[in-house]
Structures are given as C-alpha cells and as structure tokens.
C-alpha cells in the first residue's frame, strides 16, 4: 500500500514568515516528488518537481528531499496571502505511471 | 491556463442521466488521466491512458466508462450514476506516462453533483 502523508492543517502563519510543509511517504522506491498548490474551488497547479536527494530552489520556493528519511518539504519564503492554499505532495514510483497523492495541508497566510 | 480544458465545468444529474465529461490538452502530451476528488480525501486516479491505449483502470466502478479518440482528447462517459459520486473530477496530461517521474499539468475540472 503505497502511502502519502501530510498534515492537514490549517498552518496558519503571518505574512513574510516561513512556511514549511512536511510530506512523508512509504514506498521507498519512490523516486519523483511533486509539490501542487490548490486554491479553493481550483484544479492543482504544479509549483516543484525534485528528483533527487538535497535542496531545490526555485524562487521563493525550495523543496527539500531527503530518501533516506522518506521525507520530502516545501518552503516558502516570505510568505504572501496569495499563498493561501492547500498544498499537495505527490509521489511517483520509478516504472509505474501513476501518481500517488497526499490529502494536502492547507496553509494560511495572515496579513 | 495549463493548456488542459475540461467541459462541462459543473454538470448536476440524475442518478438515472447520461452524461459524458470531455477533456482537451494542447500540450502535445501523449498521456492523459481521470482523476477523482472527494471533499477529506486525496486525489484518486481513476484511468491512464498512454498513446491512446489504457494502461491503468484502478478499480473503478463500471458506471464510469473513459474513451481516448486520440492522444489530445479524453472522454468520460457516466451512466447510473449514485450520489456519492459527486464530486471533482480532474484530466490531466503528460508528455510519457509509463517511464514515470513525469510532471501532470491539470485542467480545471468538472464539478459534479448527482441528485
């Protein structure tokens, strides 16, 4: 049973704060991971994809893997309202087509 | 915009309704899926077709009836319907599906309420 967790949330942080969203899996054949944002009432829109062990930064985004942990993160830096979403990690294992999807946290940004 | 459009985008039926969802990418991928979310779950996919054949069909009700014509349009056909059904349901695309790894862009959606 392949496995994606996240925490629910509300993560609830004021603007310019640091966000970070936490995503643990269990197949530990996975090899790509996906960040998506969900804003209410909208389809996933793809912000980070990483591949590989360590950091990934792409603007004020950086997601974080670590395989050894089964843990993969995403940080946003200065946070903005528009930030205001859940966010969904997803899993992919190295053969397989499919994706694997977390419930998503939701996290809110104050202004 | 993705590049991915869904049609209708809210779709309310009876339980005995026929009714077809449509999809449309413009990305030139060769992959497209059906997705299925649920208010408290995550996203569960429903069908994956690659190159215009299915190559995933996980578990889904016989209700639910996906066609690929080609590689740029997806079809899902509801018959029979039951209420918990309801929900959003997503088509995405990709350029590869078997190889994985591959990033899925999104269409908005169809909103589906079943009376």
């Known amino acids: 049973q392949k496995e994606v967790e996240q925490n629910s949330g509300p993560l609830s942080v004021p603007e310019g704060a640091i966000a970070s969203l936490n995503c643990t899996y269990s197949?530990?054949?996975?090899?790509?991971f996906f960040w998506y944002r969900q804003y209410s009432g909208k389809s996933p829109e793809l912000i980070m994809s990483?591949?590989?062990?360590g950091d990934k930064e792409d603007g004020r985004f950086t997601a974080q893997l670590n395989k050894a942990s089964q843990y993969v993160s995403l940080l946003i830096r200065d946070s903005q309202p528009s930030d205001s979403a859940t966010y969904l990690c997803?899993?992919?294992?190295?053969?397989?087509?499919?994706?694997?999807f977390g419930k998503g946290t939701m996290l809110l940004v104050s202004p | 915009e993705t590049g991915v459009t869904q049609t209708p985008r809210h779709l309310v039926m009876g339980m005995t309704n026929k009714k077809s969802l449509k999809c449309e990418q413009h990305?030139?991928?060769?992959?497209m899926y059906w997705y299925k979310q649920s208010a408290k779950k995550p996203l569960e996919l429903m069908f994956v077709?690659?190159?215009?054949?299915?190559?995933e069909n996980n578990s889904v009700p016989s209700r639910f009836s996906p066609e690929c014509p080609n590689s740029s349009h997806l079809f899902l056909h509801l018959h029979t319907l039951q209420p918990e059904d309801s929900a959003l349901y997503l088509c995405?695309?990709?350029?590869?599906?078997?190889?994985?790894?591959?990033?899925?862009?999104f269409g908005p959606g169809t909103r589906l309420t079943v009376l």
């Open positions: 995405a695309s990709s350029q590869g599906a078997l190889a994985g790894g591959v990033e899925q862009f």
């Open positions: 197949d530990r054949g996975s090899q790509s």
């Open positions: 990483i591949y590989s062990n």
């Open positions: 997803a899993v992919n294992i190295e053969g397989y087509s499919t994706l694997t």
């Open positions: 990305l030139g991928h060769n992959a």
């Open positions: 077709y690659s190159l215009e054949e299915r190559v």
